[in-house]
């Protein structure tokens, strides 16, 4: 329920491995973060079956490299294009916290 909270929480959990976690809005909207030291990625969703939005940041460009982040203990590979500096991901969370929609921090990509 408090921005501060949920940014020093994010903040505290940077030294872990890559992992997954998720807000969900008080209108069931979904927002998996992932979190892997000075990275992370984020990806948005209206309910449990898509479309999905992948947060990306002007001038992202494809590349075949990829980061691993652990979901359900299981290494997923996550597109180098959707990793995001943790203060976006930070910026990303807090927007969400606010008002349940994408953050117009970031660009969105439908996947």
Request: aromatic share 10%.
């Amino acid at each position: 329920d408090d921005e501060k909270e949920l940014l020093s929480l994010i903040e505290g959990l940077t030294g872990r491995l890559p992992f997954f976690c998720e807000l969900i809005s008080e209108s069931n909207r979904k927002l998996l973060i992932g979190i892997g030291g000075s990275l992370g990625c984020v990806q948005f969703s209206a309910s449990d079956r898509g479309p999905y939005l992948m947060a990306t940041t002007v001038g992202s460009k494809k590349s075949n490299q990829h980061v691993e982040f652990l979901f359900s203990n299981t290494p997923t590979p996550i597109a180098a294009r959707y990793c995001l500096q943790l203060e976006y991901v930070k910026k990303v969370a807090g927007d969400f916290l606010k008002t349940g929609n994408p953050s117009p921090a970031v660009d969105w990509e439908e996947v």
